[in-house]
């Protein structure tokens, strides 16, 4: 298990901006799962929405995204590096994130041509989806 200090060894990340709070499984090159927790105290729900705090979708991609750059960057040949977004693809949001909820946050890199990959993604709560789709990225 990764802490958020250990995360930030590996992904150029920092808070406000780290949405992973830690990664719980980790097969570097291949597949990774990590926790984040919403509290009301996220930055973002001052504006999103008042008296009804939702978590961007967005930013949602954004962890998952995250914690798909720490399964790339997490090999060695890739350390020091970036990871970008290429794309997102058949991304869908099934339910609302707020307050309280816990995301699994499930990337697994599905290809890999040179700098160029792309990622399945689940962010989910026990029985729960919140968004899935496909990511794509480039490392540089």
Avoid: W
């Amino acid at each position: 298990m990764l802490s958020s200090k250990e995360i930030m060894e590996i992904i150029p990340h920092r808070p406000p901006f780290l949405l992973v709070d830690q990664i719980e499984e980790l097969e570097p090159g291949k597949h990774a799962v990590g926790k984040k927790c919403v509290s009301m105290n996220e930055p973002y729900f001052v504006g999103h929405f008042p008296g009804e705090p939702v978590m961007p979708g967005v930013l949602v991609v954004e962890a998952l995204a995250q914690v798909g750059a720490v399964i790339c960057l997490s090999l060695p040949e890739n350390k020091g590096k970036k990871v970008y977004f290429g794309g997102i693809n058949r991304v869908r949001f099934r339910n609302k994130v707020v307050p309280g909820d816990v995301l699994t946050l499930d990337v697994e890199i599905t290809k890999r041509k040179g700098p160029l990959g792309i990622g399945m993604a689940k962010a989910y709560d026990k029985d729960k989806v919140f968004a899935e789709g496909e990511i794509s990225f480039m490392i540089g």
